[in-house]
Each structure stands twice: as structure tokens, then as C-alpha cells.
């Protein structure tokens, strides 16, 4: 005859493995996405610092524009496409061979020989590049759907805004890494971070597992409730847990229509998402420009500045996990909603206030990336959250592509902006320059003269600014500028070089010069105004779903009220 205990003991299985091995699992998968995905950004910002030597071979800036760009909508296509696959599959495969993809295409990058001519040097990288854009996409996607299969609802915040801190420490150590390795050559660029990022590959094989059911554990949302207590806070005794039967799979398609293109919440989060990144990227691929011509800034503090405006991001994004996850119980939204009436207000002052300080513009910067870096981090955590572990992936895919679609507005869209608000200035400034040297408008020569006078005016400015050690040759560099419009003034007048005189070069080069000033001036307060807008229209957005919640946190809750009744 049996024994009671032993009834009770076979009527309550024991979990399968022990909740040591599961915190440790918990943490590896953590950590092991954020180390890896690290490595994709090592060979994914590899040709920022490649792109000077590049330019040396004959690569133009206009051609390394178009295949940045055309990573860029790739890229964001690729996140949501390859996001739908990533649901399906494995993520220690899927993550660990987009690695070494991307790795691959770094390699042959590094190899292209310069031997081959700029032409097709630039389209043996631009190509490969693009197939990086594709390849990246198989990033982002298996780390949603680890985060959300390996931690429970009511933690999502804070450990999304931990792995997030991943985006910054890439960026970051890739720039250290290839500030180095530039100095051997713009191939290094590629293949050194190729080379580690292979080893992350590896490592990614051996650090991931899939979904906690299929390593023989308990489904996260009963070990957290058993662990760690009930929604309503109180404590609950670690009592064996019964084998949770394996839940009905409706199909890839059915997950994607049910929680993803029939949910208005992420349709939502991926306009907000776009507006976001509007002020993100404008921030990030303008920044120095903006800095130097219209607030009068050099060049050297304004890295600074853009530096500052990451690492305040950092903070943000620590911040806005506590906040979802503390003060506002699982709201992301509404995080997202202060965050962005924060963003909006920075940008404003950014906006109208009209100095050269160096520490107030880094100030306002600063403030601006720890406001937009929180929603950047949040918006996937909420997307993945709200349409359940079953679409984690595909979900945050779909707002990171309306997120890279803004790259339109902030490339092109800033160009156009601000060529638009500039061209009756630099008609005025053409007007006055064809004044003083008595030819036509319409001049072929008059192209030549503006650029050889702010070539001039800056030499100038150099020389006068230089150190002893660098006077002499800064000085050499300024008469050779001078040397350069005095000639083509005297080819547009058809006289002698000797004959144009100094008055006259004078005045041609300060007239350039100061009509430069208003030029740089004239268009940026047009964006700055767009990153306001931007924000508030990204905080309209957000405050639709202000109390969105995931439907398993709100089906826990309701559960443990009805228990408690």
C-alpha cells in the first residue's frame, strides 16, 4: 500500500529542472543577445570610419550616400520580414548565422582591391553593403523574441532598457576599435571587426537556447508568479508546479493577422515609432553639420556634443524601464508619452536659442537623446508585449521597418528642406559677387569664383587661428587659396591676374564669406522646428494607447482578483 505522500508526490510533478538552472539561463540569454548583438553593430557601423579612405580612392560622397541609404530601407524591411521568420525559428541558429552573414560581407568589403578603379571598387562595396543591409535584419528580431519568451510581462521594461544599452556599446566600441585600425588602411575597417564579429558568431551558437518549454522548463509567466509573487504583490510559497500543456499554434499567418495587422495598437506604436526616429536620425547624421553652421560651433566640440547626446541617451533608456515597469505597472505608452512632451520641450530650446556655447548647446543635445533614446527603446518592448510571445518578433520588426523608413525624411527630406530655404540667399549672394566683378549672372565662371572665396575666407580664417607650429604652413596654404581667385577673376574678366587687384579680391572673398554665414543659417531653424513637431506629434500617438498593456499581464491580474474574491 502506498504511502500519502507518495500520492500527492505523482499527483504534482516537479518541475523538470531546478529554478537555479532557470536564473541562470534567464541572465545568459540576457546578456548573450546584448553581447551579440553588439557584434552586429560592429559590422554594421565598420564603413563609417572606412568611408575618409574611400573617398581618397575616388569613391564619391554622392555614391556612398546612395548605398547607405538603400542599407538603411533594406534594413528595416529586413527586420520585419526576417521578424516573421524569427517567431518560427530558433534563435541560437537564426541570430548566429545572420552574425557571421554580416561578418561575411565586412570580409569582402576589406578584400575589394583599389586596383579595379573607384567605379567599380564602389560598386563591388555598395553591393555587398546592401546584401549587409538584409543580413542585419537578422538581428533585433531573435533578441524580441528571447526577451519576451524568457522574462515575464511585469519585467519586461527593465530588462528591455537593460539589453538596449547593447545599441550605445556597439556604436561606441566599433568607433574606438576602428580609430585604431583606420590608421593601416580603410580595408582594416572592415576585416577587424569582420574578424571578431566571427567569433561572436560562435559564441552566439554556444550562449543561446530557444523558448524555456522546449529547454524543459516551466513557461515564464508561472515561474515569475511562483518565484517572485502574484500581481496584486503578495507573496506566494514555491509549491510544485504541474507540466503546463503545450499551447495550440494557430499558424504563422493566422499569429500575424490576429496579433499584429489587425491590432490598431501597433499600427499606432509604428507611426509613433516613425516620428521618433525622425528625431533620432536627424540628430545623429546632421548633427555636426548643424552645430558648426548654424550655431557657430567647431567642428572638434561638436563630436563632443553628438557624444553627449548617446550617452545621456544611455541614462534614458535605463530610466524608462523603471518607469514602465515601476511607476506605471507594464504601461510603456504612457513612459513613452512624458518622455516625448520632454523631447519636445528640449528641442524647442535647442530651436530658439541662438548661441555658440558649447556647453549649453551639449546641454540641450544631451537632454534631447535622454528623451528620444527612452520611447527608441520602448516602443519594441510594447509591440512585442502586446502581441504576445506568439508575434513578439514580427511585431517590433514592423515598427523598427516604419522606424528606418524615416531615413527618407531625415536624408533627403532634410536636404530638400533646407536647399529649399537657402536657394534665395544664395541667388542674392550670386547677384551681389557678379556686382563686384562685372560679369553676368549666368556666368560659367561664377560657380568657380564663390568656391575659390569661401576657399579664401576659410584659409584665411585658419591661418589666423593656427598654432606657431602650424602657422608657416597654414599661411603657405591661404596665399595658394588667394593665388587660386585671383585667377579665376581674371578669367571671368578676360585681363591679366596681375591686373585684378587686391581691394577687389578682398571684397569678393568677404562677401562670400558673410553671405556663407546667412546661407548656413538660413535653413536649419526649418528642422529644428521639424524635431518639435516631430515630438509632439510622436506624443499625440502615444497618448491613444496611454494605458496599453500586454493581454497576458492584464489576464494575470484579472486571475489573481478573482482568486483573491
Same mark, same amino acid.
Given at each position: 500500500?502506498?504511502?500519502?505522500?507518495?500520492?500527492?508526490?505523482?499527483?504534482?510533478?516537479?518541475?523538470?529542472?531546478?529554478?537555479?538552472?532557470?536564473?541562470?539561463?534567464?541572465?545568459?540569454?540576457?546578456?548573450?543577445?546584448?553581447?551579440?548583438?553588439?557584434?552586429?553593430?560592429?559590422?554594421?557601423?565598420?564603413?563609417?570610419?572606412?568611408?575618409?579612405?574611400?573617398?581618397?580612392?575616388?569613391?564619391?560622397?554622392?555614391?556612398?550616400?546612395?548605398?547607405?541609404?538603400?542599407?538603411?530601407?533594406?534594413?528595416?524591411?529586413?527586420?520585419?520580414?526576417?521578424?516573421?521568420?524569427?517567431?518560427?525559428?530558433?534563435?541560437?541558429?537564426?541570430?548566429?548565422?545572420?552574425?557571421?552573414?554580416?561578418?561575411?560581407?565586412?570580409?569582402?568589403?576589406?578584400? %575589394?582591391?583599389?586596383? /579595379?578603379?573607384?567605379?567599380?571598387?564602389?560598386?563591388?562595396?555598395?553591393?555587398?553593403?546592401?546584401?549587409?543591409? $538584409?543580413?542585419?535584419?537578422?538581428?533585433?528580431?531573435?533578441?524580441?523574441?528571447?526577451?519576451?519568451?524568457?522574462?515575464?510581462?511585469? #519585467?519586461?521594461?527593465?530588462?528591455?532598457?537593460?539589453?538596449? /544599452?547593447?545599441?550605445?556599446?556597439?556604436?561606441?566600441?566599433?568607433?574606438?576599435?576602428?580609430?585604431?585600425?583606420?590608421?593601416?588602411?580603410?580595408?582594416?575597417?572592415?576585416?577587424?571587426?569582420?574578424?571578431?564579429?566571427?567569433?561572436?558568431?560562435?559564441?552566439?551558437?554556444?550562449?543561446?537556447?530557444?523558448?524555456?518549454?522546449?529547454?524543459?522548463?516551466?513557461?515564464?509567466?508561472?515561474?515569475?508568479?511562483?518565484?517572485?509573487?502574484?500581481?496584486?504583490?503578495? +507573496?506566494? #510559497?514555491?509549491?510544485?508546479?504541474?507540466?503546463?500543456?503545450?499551447?495550440?499554434?494557430?499558424?504563422?499567418?493566422?499569429?500575424?493577422?490576429?496579433?499584429?495587422?489587425?491590432? $490598431?495598437?501597433?499600427?499606432?506604436?509604428?507611426?509613433?515609432?516613425?516620428?521618433?526616429?525622425?528625431?533620432?536620425?536627424?540628430?545623429?547624421?546632421? +548633427?555636426?553639420?548643424?552645430?558648426?553652421?548654424?550655431?557657430?560651433?567647431?567642428?572638434?566640440? +561638436?563630436?563632443?556634443?553628438?557624444?553627449?547626446?548617446?550617452?545621456?541617451?544611455?541614462?534614458?533608456?535605463?530610466?524608462?524601464?523603471?518607469?514602465?515597469?515601476?511607476?506605471?505597472?507594464?504601461?510603456?505608452?504612457?513612459?513613452?508619452?512624458?518622455?516625448?512632451?520632454?523631447?519636445? +520641450?528640449?528641442?524647442?530650446?535647442?530651436?530658439?536659442?541662438?548661441?555658440?556655447? &558649447?556647453?549649453?548647446?551639449?546641454?540641450?543635445?544631451?537632454?534631447?537623446?535622454?528623451?528620444?533614446?527612452?520611447?527608441?527603446?520602448?516602443?519594441?518592448?510594447?509591440?512585442?508585449?502586446?502581441?504576445?510571445?506568439?508575434?513578439?518578433?514580427?511585431?517590433?520588426?514592423?515598427?523598427?521597418?516604419?522606424?528606418?523608413?524615416?531615413?527618407?525624411?531625415?536624408?533627403?527630406?532634410?536636404?530638400?528642406?533646407?536647399?529649399?530655404?537657402?536657394?534665395?540667399?544664395?541667388?542674392?549672394?550670386?547677384?551681389?559677387?557678379?556686382?563686384?566683378?562685372?560679369?553676368?549672372?549666368?556666368?560659367?565662371? &561664377?560657380?568657380?569664383?564663390?568656391?575659390?572665396?569661401?576657399?579664401?575666407?576659410?584659409?584665411?580664417?585658419?591661418?589666423?587661428?593656427?598654432?606657431?607650429?602650424?602657422? #608657416?604652413?597654414?599661411?603657405?596654404?591661404?596665399?595658394?587659396?588667394?593665388?587660386?581667385?585671383?585667377?579665376?577673376?581674371?578669367? %571671368?574678366?578676360?585681363?591679366?591676374?596681375?591686373?585684378?587687384?587686391?581691394?577687389?579680391?578682398?571684397?569678393?572673398?568677404?562677401?562670400?564669406?558673410? #553671405?556663407?554665414?546667412?546661407?548656413?543659417?538660413?535653413?536649419?531653424?526649418?528642422?529644428?522646428?521639424?524635431?518639435?513637431?516631430?515630438?509632439?506629434?510622436?506624443?499625440?500617438?502615444?497618448?491613444?494607447?496611454?494605458? &496599453?498593456?500586454?493581454?497576458?499581464?492584464?489576464?494575470?491580474?484579472?486571475?489573481?482578483?478573482?482568486?483573491?474574491?
Amino acid at each position: 500500500m502506498s504511502s500519502p505522500q507518495l500520492a500527492n508526490s505523482a499527483a504534482t510533478p516537479q518541475p523538470a529542472r531546478p529554478d537555479s538552472q532557470y536564473e541562470y539561463w534567464r541572465w545568459r540569454i540576457l546578456f548573450g543577445t546584448m553581447i551579440g548583438y553588439i557584434f552586429f553593430y560592429f559590422v554594421r557601423k565598420s564603413i563609417t570610419m572606412a568611408m575618409p579612405g574611400l573617398e581618397e580612392v575616388g569613391v564619391t560622397k554622392t555614391t556612398l550616400g546612395l548605398f547607405l541609404t538603400i542599407h538603411g530601407v533594406l534594413y528595416g524591411v529586413s527586420r520585419f520580414v526576417n521578424g516573421i521568420w524569427s517567431d518560427r525559428v530558433n534563435p541560437r541558429y537564426f541570430m548566429s548565422i545572420g552574425l557571421f552573414l554580416a561578418a561575411s560581407t565586412n570580409v569582402f568589403c576589406g578584400v %575589394a582591391p583599389e586596383s /579595379i578603379g573607384a567605379t567599380k571598387l564602389a560598386w563591388v562595396i555598395g553591393t555587398f553593403w546592401i546584401i549587409n543591409g $538584409w543580413v542585419q535584419g537578422m538581428g533585433f528580431p531573435p533578441c524580441a523574441k528571447s526577451l519576451t519568451h524568457w522574462f515575464a510581462p511585469r #519585467e519586461h521594461g527593465v530588462k528591455f532598457a537593460t539589453w538596449n /544599452i547593447s545599441h550605445s556599446l556597439g556604436a561606441g566600441l566599433v568607433f574606438l576599435l576602428n580609430s585604431f585600425v583606420v590608421g593601416f588602411g580603410w580595408h582594416y575597417c572592415f576585416l577587424v571587426p569582420a574578424a571578431l564579429s566571427m567569433s561572436g558568431a560562435i559564441f552566439l551558437f554556444w550562449a543561446l537556447r530557444d523558448a524555456p518549454e522546449k529547454e524543459g522548463f516551466e513557461p515564464v509567466e508561472q515561474y515569475y508568479e511562483r518565484t517572485r509573487g502574484k500581481a496584486d504583490g503578495s +507573496a506566494v #510559497e514555491a509549491a510544485p508546479v504541474a507540466e503546463a500543456e503545450p499551447e495550440q499554434d494557430a499558424g504563422c499567418w493566422a499569429n500575424l493577422r490576429e496579433h499584429v495587422f489587425s491590432n $490598431w495598437a501597433i499600427w499606432v506604436l509604428c507611426w509613433a515609432n516613425f516620428f521618433v526616429y525622425v528625431v533620432r536620425f536627424s540628430i545623429l547624421d546632421w +548633427a555636426p553639420t548643424f552645430l558648426t553652421q548654424a550655431k557657430g560651433v567647431d567642428l572638434k566640440a +561638436a563630436g563632443w556634443a553628438t557624444a553627449s547626446y548617446e550617452i545621456f541617451g544611455a541614462f534614458g533608456i535605463i530610466l524608462s524601464g523603471f518607469m514602465m515597469d515601476k511607476l506605471f505597472k507594464g504601461r510603456g505608452a504612457k513612459t513613452c508619452f512624458y518622455y516625448m512632451l520632454g523631447c519636445a +520641450a528640449a528641442a524647442f530650446l535647442f530651436w530658439k536659442f541662438n548661441s555658440s556655447n &558649447l556647453v549649453l548647446n551639449a546641454l540641450l543635445m544631451s537632454l534631447i537623446g535622454f528623451f528620444i533614446y527612452g520611447p527608441q527603446c520602448l516602443i519594441g518592448c510594447v509591440a512585442s508585449t502586446v502581441a504576445t510571445k506568439k508575434a513578439a518578433a514580427a511585431s517590433s520588426g514592423l515598427t523598427g521597418l516604419f522606424g528606418y523608413l524615416s531615413t527618407l525624411v531625415t536624408g533627403l527630406g532634410v536636404g530638400v528642406l533646407v536647399d529649399s530655404a537657402t536657394a534665395p540667399v544664395k541667388a542674392e549672394r550670386d547677384q551681389t559677387i557678379a556686382a563686384i566683378v562685372q560679369i553676368d549672372v549666368e556666368n560659367e565662371n &561664377l560657380a568657380g569664383i564663390v568656391k575659390a572665396a569661401e576657399g579664401l575666407y576659410d584659409a584665411e580664417r585658419r591661418a589666423a587661428n593656427a598654432k606657431p607650429e602650424k602657422a #608657416e604652413s597654414a599661411a603657405k596654404k591661404a596665399e595658394e587659396a588667394r593665388t587660386s581667385l585671383t585667377e579665376k577673376l581674371a578669367a %571671368a574678366t578676360g585681363v591679366e591676374a596681375s591686373a585684378v587687384s587686391a581691394e577687389k579680391v578682398d571684397e569678393v572673398k568677404a562677401t562670400a564669406g558673410a #553671405e556663407r554665414a546667412k546661407i548656413a543659417e538660413a535653413g536649419w531653424p526649418r528642422v529644428f522646428g521639424m524635431l518639435v513637431i516631430s515630438s509632439f506629434i510622436a506624443a499625440a500617438l502615444f497618448a491613444l494607447i496611454l494605458n &496599453l498593456r500586454s493581454p497576458e499581464l492584464v489576464k494575470a491580474e484579472e486571475e489573481a482578483k478573482a482568486a483573491k474574491a
